[in-house]
T-cell receptor, first 111, second 117 residues
Framework: GQQVMQIPQYQHVQEGEDFTTYCNSSTTLSNIQWYKQRPGGHPVFLIQLVKSGEVKKQKRLTFQFGEAKKNSSLHITATQTTDVGTYFCARGLQGAQKLVFGQGTRLTINP | GAVVSQHPSWVICKSGTSVKIECRSLDFQATTMFWYRQFPKQSLMLMATSNEGSKATYEQGVEKDKFLINHASLTLSTLTVTSAHPEDSSFYIC?????????????FGSGTRLTVV
């Protein structure tokens, strides 16, 4: 249905290692947004992907949207302690303004 | 950038009382705002869509009479948790957008941590 499945639920890495979280849908997505929520904080918008096969980069973060627009990923290169938090993907429902969030991937980092 | 102010940031109330949470868009008009609920270490669950000048649209399973939403102006939406019980304790977050889904995404308030004792 409308849900987006996000994996893994948790990821613990050593500082400097890479990190990837994946978001999957059984139906075609009109768009996908990514948010970061620091511990104790609120979600902060990172990026929106709209086009099939789209790849966007923000410094060490790389966002991809699948060719079939059913999956997306966020990859962080050489993690830093400031990357700690929970990363959520969220699908926008076509024709509506509301977002449906994935379960989130909680990233912890060993300095 | 867009700023959404949410107040209070935390509140403790007695069981059976009501609590009002305010969500304001500070530098833009928001005809639509959204209210989410988040339990510890879980995702954000959309509770309702708040529409300026009209009734809110509630998600399935959310009690309309318990979670009263009012969106009386283009910059303010309120969520009132009526007759609160301990199971209503949660993190409530509002969000708003400057328009239909855009490259700016949604801006979230800082959230309200409600504890019902």
């Amino acid at each position: 249905g409308q849900q987006v499945m996000q994996i893994p639920q948790y990821q613990h890495v050593q500082e400097g290692e890479d990190f990837t979280t994946y978001c999957n849908s059984s139906t075609t997505l009109s768009n996908i947004q990514w948010y970061k929520q620091r511990p104790g904080g609120h979600p902060v918008f990172l990026i929106q992907l709209v086009k099939s096969g789209e790849v966007k980069k923000q410094k060490r973060l790389t966002f991809q949207f699948g060719e079939a627009k059913k999956n997306s990923s966020l990859h962080i290169t050489a993690t830093q302690t400031t990357d700690v938090g929970t990363y959520f993907c969220a699908r926008g429902l076509q024709g509506a303004q509301k977002l449906v969030f994935g379960q989130g991937t909680r990233l912890t980092i060993n300095p | 950038g867009a700023v959404v102010s949410q107040h209070p940031s935390w509140v403790i109330c007695k069981s059976g009382t009501s609590v009002k949470i305010e969500c304001r868009s500070l530098d833009f008009q928001a005809t639509t705002m959204f209210w989410y609920r988040q339990f510890p270490k879980q995702s954000l669950m959309l509770m309702a869509t708040s529409n300026e000048g009209s009734k809110a649209t509630y998600e399935q399973g959310v009690e309309k009479d318990k979670f009263l939403i009012n969106h009386a102006s283009l910059t303010l939406s309120t969520l009132t948790v009526t007759s609160a019980h301990p199971e209503d304790s949660s993190f409530y977050i509002c969000s708003a957008s400057q328009g239909r889904l855009t490259n700016y995404g949604y801006t979230f308030g800082s959230g309200t941590r409600l504890t019902v004792v």
